[in-house]
């Protein structure tokens, strides 16, 4: 999917530019794009209104206004700046910090290596990082000049619903993938590569390891709605619906993925299965081979026997007495193979 050229700036150097975009919501209803240049000398939080700041994690230019300019509480900053982080939701005294995870929409990546977003709220600022382009959060930009969100908390709500909304159609197409090698394996010469399998499999442990904890993040965002604490930003009984529902939906998104595991596993099982009769069959076929030639091999190898040399060679009963013997021996290994019930 085609990325826009606001977010497709190649911020992953550490010498990118650090500010993206950014908006100020006046009181009276109005909206303003950031003047970055003015904006940049002073602190993150707007003397009314409220304000949102989007930028990129990797530059420093963004390390260095959060800990020289931004007045922010240094134990937000580090959470925004961790270089590795799960999906999570932890409130602090003056805000709220939440990290999502967000499907990789640009090009030559893997959707399921979803993209971190990490955002801090309080009742008048929203500043939002990510490494690379996120399509979510380039949505919930454009949507701002139609449909302008009233409050922090109704923006946070859209920017979780995006995330969550761009992985319905990843989880759809691995169900998809799913049916279509549960297909190859009830066809009665379908053969499905272990390879391919393999790799179904990896991706969905991938997408599930940023998922399941996103859940979790989810509903302690939903808890975190009815707490009401004085530096994190307030929700309507719209926006907590609207979390509500995003809440609903990565969980059955989550089940879904639990649902795909297993039939990747069931699948797992009847390749093996598949692979073990296959191996069988030949075994099969080679021991019938094996017990067609060996009596052939026994009457060969007895009437080949060169008996110069051994005693009572030139006796007229020594061939049947050889006989006697290695029929006496045949007897003797099958009472042992019965008494050990190997047959």
């Known amino acids: 999917m085609p990325i826009s050229p606001i977010e497709r700036n190649d911020h992953t150097e550490p010498n990118a530019e650090g500010f993206i975009f950014g908006f100020n919501f006046r009181a009276d209803g109005g909206i303003e794009k950031v003047d970055w240049g003015a904006l940049k000398p002073t602190a993150a939080c707007p003397e009314e209104g409220w304000r949102w700041l989007h ?3 990797l530059s420093d230019e963004t390390r260095d206004w959060l800990e020289e300019s931004s007045h922010l509480d240094e134990t937000a900053i580090a959470s925004l700046l961790q270089s590795e982080t799960r999906p999570r939701c932890a409130a602090y005294e003056d805000g709220l910090l939440l990290n999502l995870r ?10 399921e290596d979803m993209i971190s977003v990490r955002v801090w709220a309080t009742t008048n600022l929203i500043i939002s990082m990510r490494s690379y382009p996120v399509k979510a959060i380039h949505e919930v930009r454009e949507e701002i000049g139609r449909d302008a969100p009233e409050s922090p908390g109704q923006l946070l709500a859209r920017i979780a619903a995006k ?5 319905d159609p990843v989880v759809e197409q691995l169900k998809e993938e799913a049916d279509e090698f549960e297909d190859i394996m009830l066809e009665g010469h379908g053969r499905l590569s272990p390879r391919d399998l393999a790799e179904f499999r990896r991706t969905i442990l991938v997408l599930r390891r940023y998922v399941q904890p996103q859940t979790e993040a989810m509903s302690q965002l939903m808890r975190e709605t009815r707490m009401h604490r004085t530096g994190a930003p307030a929700f309507s009984e719209t926006d907590q619906l609207e979390l509500r529902d995003t809440s609903d939906h990565i969980l059955r998104i989550s089940e879904e993925l639990d649902s795909i595991r297993d039939r990747a596993g069931v699948l797992q ?3 093996v299965g598949q692979r073990q009769e296959t191996l069988n069959q030949r075994l099969l076929a080679l021991s019938i081979v094996s017990a067609i030639f060996l009596p052939l091999s026994y009457v060969t190898g007895l009437l080949g026997m060169n008996l110069a040399g051994i005693p009572w060679a030139d006796e007229p009963w020594s061939f049947g007495l050889v ?3 290695t029929g006496l021996l045949g007897v003797g290994v099958l009472v042992f193979l019965k008494w050990r019930r190997w047959i």
């Open 55 to 57: 930028f990129n994690r």
């Open 102 to 111: 967000g499907i990789n929409h640009n090009p030559g990546a893997e959707p």
């Open 163 to 167: 995330l969550v909304d761009y992985i």
């Open 269 to 271: 099982d009847q390749v």
């Open 323 to 325: 006989v006697l013997v």
